[in-house]
């Protein structure tokens, strides 16, 4: 049996309890919109991160996934989630496409896929990419992932309705702000390593909306790509 089965069978009966419990308790922390919850509740985080790791899987916890790197906390997932969903293009019921900067475990990209939402995803570092595009695959999320520096999004695939990045920086760069569609919104951790904000920009026309979500603590965004 592979490891990946193995772990997937050990933790099979216990998961799902201990993801409703999390679920309760990011509902008690102020998250509301059934959808994520919903979609939280079907994902398997143990399975994004190292077996050693899997028994603090449903903790409300970022969790090191290697390379220096962590799977972000729950609430913060659901929150910038929710974030995301609140106010999506005129006419969508949720944003239709969706660029994450960032993809790490893969985890907040099988939560936006597990909503219907088409993800692209980039992550600079090789390594990590390689294990998430393996998880999102056996697990049947199609995600589409690239091995670049994501700070200048994926201009090929522009417009999206919705960008979200996972790692915090000092501004969002206008390269990336540029392939945001009308309507659409952005979420980002910006500001030093020290002190971090979340930040919303919403596209309407010419005009950027902006405002502050709160304080976050991020990993930080880094320039070029690590390969293996
Ligand atoms: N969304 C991830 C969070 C991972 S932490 C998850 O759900 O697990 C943030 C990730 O951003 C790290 O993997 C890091 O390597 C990546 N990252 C940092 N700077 C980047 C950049 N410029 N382009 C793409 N990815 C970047």
Not at 32 to 43: T, Y
Not at 71 to 93: C, D, F, K, N, Y
Not at 150 to 179: H, K, M, N, S, Y
């Amino acid at each position: 049996m592979s490891q990946y089965k193995s772990q997937a069978r050990g933790l099979g009966m216990t998961s799902q309890r201990a993801r409703d419990r999390l679920i309760e308790r990011l509902r008690e922390a102020g998250i509301r919109d059934e959808r994520v919850l919903l979609a939280m509740a079907s994902v398997p985080r143990h399975l994004f991160i190292d077996e050693a790791l899997a028994s603090r899987a449903y903790e409300d916890t970022a969790l090191p996934i290697g390379n220096g790197q962590t799977i972000s906390q729950p609430w913060v997932v659901a929150r910038m989630t929710e974030a995301l969903l609140e106010a999506p293009p005129e006419g969508l019921p949720l944003p239709r496409r969706v660029l994450e900067v960032g993809t790490g475990s893969g985890y907040q990209a099988a939560v936006l896929a597990a909503l219907g939402i088409e993800v692209f995803s980039i992550e600079r570092i090789d390594e990590l990419l390689r294990q998430a595009r393996r998880r999102l695959r056996r697990l049947g999320f199609n995600v589409r992932t690239r091995h670049d520096d994501g700070r200048v999004g994926w201009d090929e695939c522009a417009p999206f309705d919705g960008i979200i990045v996972t790692a915090g920086g000092a501004l969002v760069d206008p390269q990336l702000l540029a392939q945001l569609g009308d309507g659409g919104t952005l979420v980002a951790p910006v500001g030093s390593a020290s002190g971090q904000q979340l930040l919303r920009l919403r596209r309407q026309g010419e005009q950027m909306d902006q405002e502050s979500l709160g304080t976050v603590v991020f990993v930080p965004l880094l320039a070029g790509v690590v390969s293996a």
